[in-house]
């Protein structure tokens, strides 16, 4: 036996791993608490390169403003912090953030339309928002919210707003139209009809439509033949960019290439082609005919700057076009490094913390926020990363659900929002990122 005086070389030893077994304890549970101290004050999330601390994925909820489970998602209108649900039987709710949940608003009024396309009269009623000069409004016709006799379509939707500036006129408006159903929440859907509301009487006249313009095997207009976007119709001017495969036909894979072209005219009929074969449906507007567009190439893909009838690249890239690269807006990220790109200019941004396999972006109006939503090891390790592109910080919190999530984007500068879809319905989150600094 040994005295509690011993020592010997071997006791000595022993006495150190206990100081040092000590240690280590108090560091662990220092670490936990410090831990614990973060996911309570959510506004010192750093990243290890900024401040050699510990990486650390906190949860979401140090985040969340409302996580709100519905049998529709909310999808955006184009009046700030205002969402709509829409549903087959035709049914418009209006609901307003109010910086904790969706409230149901009330709708300034209504429109009841009969509009006709193809040979069709079709009945609508689009309730819609106005506010501060902005119109906003929504209706859904559908074979199960009607008993009216239309033969070819079995759904639109519909969507009335502002008319492109170059066109605006007292008393009316914009009224958009398409067919395919798998757009209903789809965040930047492709209209295939634009007309010109006259608000008094209901009647409409032509925007882009041609009346001579092809017909489909089904008996209705062709679908591609004006194709045109959200971001198309901001142009101040009277050249407003819309897309169409008019000229083309389908390949091997019964696929049909678009070719990008240039409203010209108030009359609806004066059509210039400004690029063909373009890699997207997306156009950014620069201002007097300006635009930008993306173009595919043999080795990647190319941003392209059209204007006064010439064509520039603006940055070229050598990997695919929606895998190896993916576009939100005016933005390209790599998957790769996580550096975004913006569409038309050489700016980019290097992110930091990067290590995830994004399935969704976006960028905040400001430019102030990153946030990328995706899986690291496995589909159930799903994370949504945020990155401070001011403080250059960024944090990684961990996302408990791991369904798939669509629509990803910014209710304004600080504010983010998307569903997931889930066997109890749409799980719509609101996530407050002013707390990343």
């Not at 678009?258 to 004066?270: A, E, F, P, W």
């Not at 996580?338 to 969704?360: A, H, Q, W």
């Amino acid at each position: 036996m040994q005295s509690a005086n011993d020592t010997t070389p071997k006791n000595k030893t022993s006495v150190k791993k206990n100081i040092i077994t000590i240690v280590i304890a108090v560091l662990a549970i220092a670490a936990l608490a410090a831990a614990g101290w973060l996911y309570t004050h959510p506004d010192i999330f750093v990243s290890p390169e900024n401040k050699n601390a510990a990486s650390v994925s906190p949860s979401l909820d140090t985040v969340l403003l409302s996580r709100k489970i519905t049998s529709i998602p909310y999808m955006p209108t184009d009046i700030e912090n205002v969402v709509y649900t829409a549903d087959a039987a035709g049914n418009i709710t209006y609901y307003e953030f109010n910086g904790t949940d969706f409230v149901e608003l009330a709708p300034t009024g209504t429109m009841e339309l009969t509009v006709p396309l193809s040979g069709q009269q079709i009945p609508v009623k689009i309730p819609y928002v106005e506010r501060d000069g902005v119109l906003s409004g929504f209706g859904v016709y559908s074979t199960e919210n009607t008993d009216s006799n239309v033969y070819i379509y079995s759904f639109v939707m519909f969507k009335v707003q502002n008319l492109p500036e170059a066109y605006a006129k007292t008393g009316s408006c914009l009224l958009l139209m398409h067919t395919d159903q798998t757009q209903a929440y789809t965040l930047n859907p492709v209209w295939e009809q634009a007309f010109i509301l006259n608000r008094s009487d209901g009647s409409v006249s032509d925007f882009l439509n041609d009346r001579s313009q092809k017909v489909s095997a089904d008996g209705g207009i062709r679908r591609d033949y004006y194709m045109i976007t959200e971001g198309a119709l901001k142009e101040t001017s009277a050249s407003v960019p819309f897309f169409s495969s008019r000229e083309r036909t389908p390949d091997e894979n019964g696929e049909t290439q678009v070719d990008l072209y240039m409203k010209t005219g108030k009359n609806g009929r004066d059509d210039t082609m400004i690029a063909e074969n373009v890699g997207d449906r997306y156009v950014k507007l620069l201002g007097n005919g300006v635009f930008a567009y993306i173009r595919e190439t043999d080795s990647g893909f190319s941003t392209v700057k059209y204007e006064n009838g010439q064509e520039s690249v603006i940055t070229s890239f050598y990997a695919g076009y929606g895998t190896s690269y993916i576009r939100d807006g005016d933005y390209i990220l790599s998957k790769e490094d996580g550096r975004v790109f913006t569409t038309y200019d050489t700016s980019s941004i290097e992110t930091k913390g990067y290590k995830m396999n994004p399935l969704l972006f976006s960028v905040s109006p400001d430019g102030t926020y990153v946030v990328m939503a995706g899986t690291v090891a496995n589909a159930l390790d799903y994370r949504i990363y945020v990155y401070n592109t001011k403080t250059q910080k960024y944090a990684v919190f961990n996302e408990t659900n791991y369904a798939a999530h669509y629509n990803l984007r910014f209710i304004n500068d600080t504010t983010v929002a998307y569903y997931v879809l889930n066997v109890d319905g749409y799980e719509n989150v609101v996530l407050d990122l002013s707390k990343v600094k």
